[in-house]
């Protein structure tokens, strides 16, 4: 019998799995793909700190990153650039930026003028800037590398055992009934990723999760690299720690005039840069119990449009599209619920799991075994 059994092997599962494994507990990984394919290879893989919500948000991002830093050293997963950008267009965005940094959360943190953050970011149109905001926390990984290299890293240094490809159909604890037989382990954590129906519905469904549908894009290499993850004014009003802020409503209202599209499709900017320069760009939000699976060129283009008017008009070509999905809830950015005394399912709704799933996973080993 193992002492935990993690059902999912995102990046949340696998947080729960690390937290485990490092108290010495026996833990067994259960997967129905052959591999991580969902959300958690197909984001930015940005460790967002700065703009999280105050309280309970904030303090899961710092501890996250603390983890992702130790895993960068003990499992080899590399941090490509560290650091975040807020390149300030309006007026209206710089006030907000201002209010947020006379905040204790933006310790460490700097206003810039434009000239100094086109001088940061090598490649910005400094006439289309009103200045920025320069965040040190913020980290970097390649998602679709970081996740078998840290399932590698479970199964290697701390025995972990991984069941990919196997569906659980039922649990009873001690028991989980799967498609390859039964499996028993003294606690259990569900962490089913944008899976709303599987195990425990009647219990997700308490919490108003839907999902929600994002597009991304990879762009060929530009002339320049990126010193930082950048971000623009859209971003702002997606972040609790700036949204909640009086200063958002004339942004917001600013850009219902001039970006009502944008804001329509929930787009906002996101750009990283991998080792081979090649940039990933996004997103987009589209919500409901099942999104389509088809990304539209319009969205596309809006995304780009944010993009190209940062960068004077220049946007590498396209290499790549995807579309991903995630849990989503309005009014929390995660939940731990216990529907046995043995069992946790635990969901980060609020499309965070890189920020602050391995500060979840600690919580919740915490809460099942003392």
């Known amino acids: 019998m193992f002492d935990l059994a993690v059902v999912g092997a995102g990046i949340v599962g696998l947080a729960h799995a690390l937290a485990a494994a490092r108290r010495g507990l026996r833990v067994v990984v259960i997967d129905r793909d052959a591999q991580a394919n969902g959300a958690s290879i197909r984001n930015f893989g940005l460790v967002v700190v700065s703009g999280q919500e105050p309280g309970p948000s904030r303090k899961r991002a710092e501890r996250s990153r603390e983890v992702w830093l130790e895993l960068s050293e003990q499992a080899g997963i590399g941090i490509l650039h560290t650091g975040k950008l807020v390149a300030a267009q309006r007026p209206e965005a710089l006030d907000l930026l201002e209010a947020f940094h006379a905040l204790p959360e933006a310790d460490g943190c700097r206003m810039l003028t434009a000239k100094e953050t086109a001088a940061h970011q090598p490649g910005l149109d400094v006439s289309k800037l009103s200045g920025g905001f320069l965040s040190p926390f913020e980290l970097r990984v390649e998602s679709r590398e970081a996740l ?31 498609s390859h037989g039964q499996i028993k382990a003294r606690r259990i954590a569900v962490c089913p990723g944008d899976d709303l129906v599987s195990l425990y519905p009647e219990r997700i469904r308490g919490y108003g999760v839907r999902r929600c549908k994002l597009q991304m894009l990879r762009l060929g290499s530009p002339r320049h690299r990126l010193r930082s993850a950048l971000v623009s004014d859209l971003s702002l009003l997606r972040y609790g720690g700036y949204a909640i802020l009086p200063q958002a409503a004339a942004l917001r209202d600013r850009l219902e005039r001039e970006a009502a599209p944008a804001l329509d499709n929930g787009v906002h900017l996101i750009v990283v840069q991998s080792d081979d320069g090649s940039l990933v760009v996004g997103d987009s939000h589209h919500y409901g119990p099942t999104p389509d699976p088809f990304a539209s060129e319009d969205v596309d283009a809006l995304i780009l449009a944010e993009f190209s008017r940062l960068f004077g008009g220049a946007v590498p070509p396209v290499v790549a599209r995807w579309t991903g999905t995630y849990a989503s809830a309005s009014g929390h950015a995660s939940f731990r619920d216990a529907p046995h005394d043995d069992v946790r399912v635990v969901m980060v709704t609020s499309g965070t799991g890189a920020s602050t799933g391995f500060a979840i996973g600690e919580e919740t080993i915490s809460d099942l075994f003392g």
């Open 148 to 178: 078998p290299k840290l399932t590698a890293f479970l199964a290697e240094r701390h025995g972990v055992t991984f069941r990919f490809g196997v569906a659980v159909t039922a649990i009873a604890p001690p028991a989980i009934e799967t």
